[in-house]
């Protein structure tokens, strides 16, 4: 799934909204809806971006499935004042089933000065 629009994040974790299906993928509200049962790995990549010039923020992102299990959460990097930085996260082979929904969550220590930036993509990778 790829990030439609840039999104401001706020001081309490928060699934991020405003995503569109790339091809072969099906989305279910603002997550990965798996189809087809199977071992898959996780692959980001996720740009975040400091709005604020004066001050360094702080953000973290985590994937979680079903809303209620975390699989991956990132670093909390320090981004620098007015700076855009990529931010890596991934997820080793796991096993899903029909109807698991992945969704990425992210959290700031300062609500809106950090944003996920449009063009992210989130994708579910099948492990042969």
């Not at 991020?16 to 603002?30: C, D, I, Q, R």
Request: a neutral charge.
């Amino acid at each position: 799934m790829a990030k439609n629009g840039n999104y401001a994040i706020q001081s309490t974790y928060a699934v991020v909204p405003s995503w569109t299906a790339e091809s072969g993928t099906t989305l279910s509200g603002n997550g990965i809806l798996v189809t087809t049962a199977g071992n898959y790995t996780i692959a980001t990549a996720l740009t975040v971006t400091n709005g604020n010039t004066f001050s360094a923020r702080q953000v973290t992102l985590r994937l979680q499935v079903n809303t209620s299990t975390t699989l991956a959460t990132g670093s909390t990097p320090s981004v620098a004042a007015s700076a855009t930085q990529a931010y890596p996260l991934s997820v080793a082979s796991r096993a899903y089933s029909v109807g698991d929904i992945v969704t990425l969550e992210a959290d700031s220590n300062v609500n809106n000065d950090i944003s996920l930036v449009s063009g992210g993509t989130v994708r579910l990778v099948p492990v042969t």
